[in-house]
């Protein structure tokens, strides 16, 4: 369990946690994220492949430029560098290391470093790169040397420490083995350092195992990186003094567009808003400690202090209280009333938790059972009811996790919650109707995989801003993959849907069609036919009168009354020709 817990744990390092959520002693992995790309410079990065196919180094500046505007999306405070090794010219800090040009500083990504990128690239990239850098003798040790100084300058905080090598050559030096020697040792030194070292590998015509990471660079998704972090940190109450400490973790939101930023029109820099409260009498600037919130109760303004507030919307002390276990069948569907959360146990806040949250989702999945808990995730939240539904661990072919093990929260409704529903009678299908929709359902039925769908509407936008930004002259296409894929429906269902509205619409039925007009004229005159002259009893008016129900008839209908009582109306109301109905019958 500690592999997913501390992949779950790289927040960012402005991220404040909620009150009640952290303890004081607790060690996290705080910052940013830093990237240096390593790239090999030499003759053979510029050899072309077959067909004209892009060179390897062509496709690593695709690469870089795929992490950098991708970097400036998901999560623009990251740092990134863009090195290059076995090059003629010599650019670094004092000149210290030969033949290694550090093209970009550790630093945040932006517009400028991408059009640098671009310029690199293609024919005219070649040229600039064999002028800007050119080619000469390859030390990697040095190389890496020059990478780990990069952050002798650095005063931040930092998570991760990435170095990623692009490189066409199995052997960099030759058969050097000083150099070899040389480059293993500064590796080993980097790890020691808490340095990722990633080595790709890509030769022409031959794709071997590293070159595997490439592709899945290039995949290119406009996102903003979510934060990996517990919503929540409570404790399972399993009995008097048993707890265990546990994590709540949103396994999905939803992207929004990011929020426009409001810019000095002077210097162009991001305003900050700030609110401050006066009084409205002196003009005096307030304190918090001087603010106060009311509540009207019988015609008197009940003031209150924040304190008294907060007090009075508690209602128990963060945590879940285990109630019971029920068995996994009285869980309907109609009680997901709103989106589930992940529970993961939390080892760093109370020791032996691991161990004993295991054993509860060992058992809970063994007997087929949910817990029942009452929770309150926050201070000042209300409280609910809860299933604990066990989730096991999953893992694909290559022993990697695919989902961890835990319990899937899933949010129970009170009594008040459930409607009851006065669903519209509709003639029922028959059987052959049914059966033939089953058989169209299943023909368009498909494995559903939420990364293979992008929201249209964002990655729209985040490419209208790419082009601002980088001066292109039109924003790149954007593929709505949420549009059906008609042609490949028709050729899945064949005739089913033919048949299926011979089955269901009548003969000749052509959904395109007008629908007919409501009136049809007289077969003589050509006129409107008249409407048929309604009638009604005396007695059953004057039942109506009695009850008090003349109100439920129409207008017509009171009319054709009026004129067999004998009353004489000018008026058209609906009221009017009451009156004169009752005053009529009680003289």
Known sequence: MADWTSY???????????????????ERLTGRDSLVFLVDASKEMFIKGEDGAPSNFDMTMQVVRTVYTSKIISSHRDLIALVFYGTEHSKNPNDTFKHVYVYHDLDEPGAKRVQDVDALRG????????????????SLGDALWCCANLYSDIKLRLSHKRLMIFTCREQPHGGDNVKDRQARTKASDLKETAFVIIYLISELGLQLEPCEKLDDLQKRVRAKEQKKRATARINLCLGDGLNVAVGLYATAVTARKPPPVKLYRESNEAVRSKTRTFHTQTGSLLLPSEIKKAQTYGKKQIEMEKDEVDFIKKF????????????????????????????????????????????????????????????????????RFVALVPQNEEVDDAKV??????????????????????????????????????????????????????????????????????DMMAPEEVEDLIMPKVEQIDRRLGSLVDEFKNLVYPANYNPESKPAAKRKTADSGGGAEKKPKVEVSMDQIKVHVQNGTLGKLTVPVLKEACKQFGVRTTGTKKQELIDALMDQLSS
């Open 316 to 383: 128990d002390d963060p945590g879940l209280v285990l109630m019971g276990f029920k068995p996994m069948e009285k869980l309907k569907l109609h009680h997901h009333i709103k989106p589930s959360v992940f529970l993961y146990p939390e080892e760093g806040e109370i020791k032996g938790s691991a161990c004993l949250f295991s054993a509860l989702l060992k058992k809970c999945s063994e007997k087929n059972v949910y817990a029942l808990c009452r929770c309150i995730a926050r201070r000042n939240n209300p409280p």
């Open 401 to 470: 996790q695919i989902n961890p093990p835990g319990f899937n929260v899933i949010y129970l409704p009170y009594a008040d919650d459930v409607r009851t529903l006065d669903l519209p009678r509709c003639t029922s299908a028959s059987q052959e109707q049914v059966d033939k929709m089953k058989d169209i359902v299943t023909k368009l039925r498909f494995k559903y995989k939420s990364d293979a769908f992008e929201n249209p509407v964002i990655q729209k936008h985040y490419r209208n801003l790419e082009a601002l930004a980088l």
């Open 123 to 138: 024919e005219k990239g070649a040229k600039l790169a064999a002028e800007t850098l050119g080619c000469g003798p390859s």
């Open 8 to 26: 779950y744990r790289n927040e960012d390092e402005e991220e404040e946690q909620e009150d009640g959520e952290q303890s004081a002693g607790e």
